[in-house]
C-alpha cells in the first residue's frame, strides 16, 4: 500500500503449494479411503515436497473430501400457524438411581412458548396425555403440529405422505389441528423443537436430582414458566410477551376435554391382582378370576367390574415391576378361603346353654389340635343325662377348674343319686309279743 499510494489493499497473488499435485491427491484420496494422512504419506513418498497442513488447506478449500457448505434455510411462522411436536432420551438422577427418561416436549413456533414432561416410555397413550397437558398449559392449539415421522403418530409414510393413526387423526380433530411430518434429514424443519432439547439437557437436567417422575414434572413446569417469562435477545422480547399476540389466534380448547385413558382387560389372578405395564395392582379377593376392565389414566389405575368401580390405585411411573396391594382388598384374618370353618361339635355347643359354652371353650384350650374329641364327650353327657344335675355339675366343675371329663360324670351321677333316687325310710319293726 506504501508503495503504490493506494488505500486499496492489493490482492496478493500466490501459487498453491499442492495446485501440482492435485490430481495425484485425487487419485490418493480414493484410493486411501479418504485418510489425509494416508495421503501425505503416498505424496512424501513419491517425492512431493508438501506439508501435512498445506495438504488439509488445499483439500478444505477445494472441496475434496468436504462437502460444500450449504445455506440454512429460515422458516418465518404467522402466530398460530404451527406448534412443533418432539421427544429426545435423556439420563437423569430419579430416588438416587441414573435411569433413562423420555422428554416429550412443544413449542409454538411464533412465540416460543415451551413445554415439556418427561416419561419412562413414550407410547401413544402417552403422547395423548402429554399433548392435552400441553394444550391446557398453552390454552389453546395452532392449527398444525409438526412432528419428526414418529411412529407413535404415524400410522404410515412419511413427510408430505404421512398418514396419521386413525385414534391419533380423532385427537387433532378434537382440538382442531392436524399432524404434518417434515421430510427425512430435513431437521431444519422442526429446528424449533430441537434446540429447546438441547437447551433442556443442559439447563434443566444438569445438577439436578428428583425423588421420581411426578416431582421432575412439577419441576418441569416452574421451569418452562421461568423459560417463557424471560427475554430472549433474538427475539428483543420475551416468550410471554409474543404469546399475548398469540393467544387469542390460537384454536380454542373444547367446552369439556375428556380424560385420556388406555383401556384393558385383565382376568384376577390367583392372588387378587391385574397386571397393567409389568405392574401388579390387588383387587377385592371375592372378584379371583373374573374378568375385569382396566382404565389406565394419567395418574391412576381404575378398575371396574361391569359399571362399578371397584379398585382405584395411584399409577405407577417406575421401571421397575412393583405389586401395590391395599389392605381393604384382602379378607381379615382367619375369614380368607382357607378360613377354618367351625365343626359340627362347636355348632352344637353355640346353640347350648352359657355356662356349657363357658367350660367347652375352657376345655378346648386345654385339649390337643381342636378339641374335637373332649367336645364330643362333653355333649354326649348333655344328651344322655338329665338337663339339671347335669348344668350343676357343669357349673360345680368350671369354678374349680375341673376339665377331666369321667370325674365330670361321675359328679352328675353323684348329683342324679342324690336327687332322683332317694330311698323311703323302712317303717319301724312292730314290738314281738
Known amino acids: 500500500m506504501l508503495k503504490t499510494g493506494s488505500p486499496q489493499v492489493p490482492h496478493l497473488d500466490r501459487a498453491e503449494k499442492a495446485e501440482p499435485y492435485r490430481q495425484q491427491i485425487l487419485d490418493l484420496w480414493a484410493t486411501c479411503r479418504g485418510n489425509l494422512v494416508r495421503v501425505h504419506e503416498e505424496l512424501q513418498a513419491q517425492g512431493a515436497t508438501l506439508s501435512y497442513p498445506a495438504l488439509t488447506a488445499f483439500c478444505r478449500r477445494h472441496a475434496i473430501g468436504h462437502p460444500v457448505p450449504q445455506p440454512v434455510g429460515r422458516y418465518e411462522f404467522a402466530p398460530a400457524e404451527e406448534m412443533q411436536h418432539d421427544t429426545s432420551p435423556h439420563r437423569v438422577t430419579i430416588g438416587g438411581v441414573e435411569q433413562a ?7 409454538l413456533c411464533y412465540s416460543r412458548m415451551l413445554f415439556f414432561q418427561g416419561y419412562p416410555t413414550f407410547t401413544r397413550f402417552l403422547c395423548k396425555v402429554f399433548l392435552t397437558d400441553a394444550l391446557r398449559y398453552l390454552e389453546g392449539a395452532c392449527g398444525a403440529c409438526m412432528i419428526d415421522n414418529t411412529h407413535v403418530v404415524v400410522a404410515s409414510g412419511t413427510g408430505a405422505r404421512m398418514i396419521p393413526a386413525p385414534e391419533m387423526a380423532a385427537f387433532a380433530e378434537r382440538f382442531q389441528f392436524v399432524f404434518r411430518a417434515h421430510e427425512k434429514g430435513d431437521a431444519n424443519r422442526s429446528g424449533r423443537v430441537e434446540r429447546p432439547m438441547h437447551f433442556i439437557e443442559h439447563n434443566f437436567f444438569a445438577g439436578r436430582v428428583f425423588a421420581d417422575l411426578q416431582d421432575l414434572n412439577q419441576q418441569a413446569v416452574v421451569f418452562c414458566d421461568k423459560v417463557n417469562a424471560a427475554p430472549k ?134 385339649s390337643a389340635a381342636r378339641g374335637t374329641i373332649p367336645l364330643r364327650h362333653l355333649l354326649a353327657l348333655r344328651r344322655e343325662y338329665p338337663r339339671t344335675p347335669f348344668l350343676e355339675a357343669v357349673t360345680i366343675a368350671l369354678q374349680y377348674g375341673l376339665f377331666d371329663l369321667d370325674r365330670l360324670e361321675r359328679l352328675i351321677l353323684r348329683l342324679i343319686g342324690r336327687e332322683y333316687f332317694v330311698l323311703a325310710d323302712d317303717d319301724p319293726e312292730e314290738p314281738h309279743d
Do not use: C, W
Not at 101 to 107: D, E, F, G, I, Y
Not at 274 to 301: F, M
Not at 313 to 339: K, V, W
Open 233 to 366: 435477545r433474538h427475539l428483543h422480547a420475551s416468550p410471554r410477551e409474543l404469546f399475548a399476540v398469540e393467544r387469542p389466534q390460537l384454536r380454542p380448547l373444547p367446552l369439556f376435554v375428556p380424560e385420556v385413558y388406555l383401556l384393558h382387560h385383565r382376568i384376577v389372578d390367583v392372588e387378587g391382582y391385574v397386571r397393567v405395564d409389568a405392574h401388579r395392582y390387588s383387587v377385592p379377593h371375592r372378584l379371583i378370576g373374573r374378568r375385569l376392565e382396566v382404565r389406565e389414566t394419567k395418574d391412576r389405575i381404575d378398575v371396574y367390574n361391569g359399571p362399578r368401580l371397584v379398585a382405584s390405585h395411584a399409577r405407577t411411573m417406575t421401571r421397575t415391576p412393583q405389586r401395590i396391594l391395599r389392605p381393604e382388598h384382602r379378607p381379615p384374618r382367619g375369614e380368607g378361603p382357607f378360613a377354618r370353618k367351625p365343626s359340627p361339635e362347636e355348632l352344637e355347643v353355640q346353640q347350648a346353654e352359657a355356662v356349657v359354652q363357658t367350660y367347652a371353650t375352657a376345655l378346648q384350650r386345654r
Open 101 to 107: 427418561v423420555q422428554t416429550a416436549s412443544l413449542v
